[in-house]
């Protein structure tokens, strides 16, 4: 019964021959009610990895912030920054200890380190690598007009467009999902952001 009340979400990451792109709608939703029309759920993590998120807001954003606390410590210990599956593994970690009061949040974590990379995390932090990955309520929908029109080495703009076009296809069948989308791309050269109203 509580699950129906779980906030829905539509977030994708791609890589492409020099980077990764992560995308997310805006629409925050519980049940039938759309709560806010204009929500973040990409977050930079250090200067070259970020996550897109869907379910829970809150627990978004204290996760976010708790890895990105501590990659601001490790790069002062090691005077480095933090590779991406170093990221995705620190957060799989606090996920899994969190497992029985969970963070109810599914994450991707994109960045590039040597290479582009894209991991997806659970509620309860499994860690799987892939080159393409979307969550929460609108994945189905998004995920089938991927699989069709992917391509390994695209270039950053054919990857931001079948982005914001998966997004649209979930947004269009998927009421959680909705009122524009986040775009955030990584490469060697930094991170760059974008917003769209539809």
């Known amino acids: 019964m509580?699950?129906?009340?779980?906030?829905?979400?539509?977030?994708?990451?791609?890589?492409?021959q020099d980077g990764i792109i992560l995308a997310a709608d805006k629409r925050i939703s519980y049940g039938?009610?759309?709560?806010?029309k204009n929500t973040k759920k990409i977050f930079p993590i250090t200067d070259l990895v970020a996550s897109a998120c869907a379910g829970m807001v809150a627990d978004m954003q204290v996760l976010t912030r708790q890895v990105g606390a501590l990659g601001k410590i490790r790069k002062l210990e090691t005077r480095r920054e933090m590779a991406t599956n170093s990221v995705a593994?620190?957060?799989?970690?606090?996920?899994?200890?969190?497992?029985?009061?969970?963070?109810?949040?599914?994450?991707?974590?994109?960045?590039?380190?040597?290479?582009?990379e894209i991991y997806t995390l659970d509620p309860l932090g499994s860690l799987l690598p892939d080159n393409y990955a979307v969550v929460g309520t609108g994945a189905e929908l998004?995920?089938?007009?991927?699989?069709?029109?992917?391509?390994?080495n695209m270039t950053e703009d054919?990857?931001?467009?079948?982005?914001?076009?998966?997004?649209?296809?979930?947004?269009?069948?998927?009421?959680?999902?909705?009122?524009?989308?986040d775009i955030l791309?990584?490469?060697?050269?930094?991170?760059?952001?974008?917003?769209?109203?539809?």
């Open 2 to 16: 509580a699950f129906q009340f779980m906030p829905g979400a539509t977030a994708i990451g791609l890589t492409y």
């Open 32 to 36: 039938n009610f759309v709560v806010n």
């Open 89 to 116: 593994k620190l957060m799989s970690v606090i996920m899994f200890e969190r497992r029985y009061f969970p963070l109810l949040t599914q994450v991707i974590v994109g960045g590039v380190h040597t290479t582009p």
């Open 142 to 152: 998004a995920l089938g007009l991927i699989d069709s029109e992917y391509k390994k």
């Open 158 to 181: 054919a990857s931001k467009k079948l982005a914001i076009k998966a997004i649209k296809s979930s947004i269009q069948r998927d009421s959680a999902s909705g009122d524009g989308v």
């Open 185 to 198: 791309a990584i490469s060697k050269k930094g991170i760059e952001e974008e917003s769209i109203n539809l």
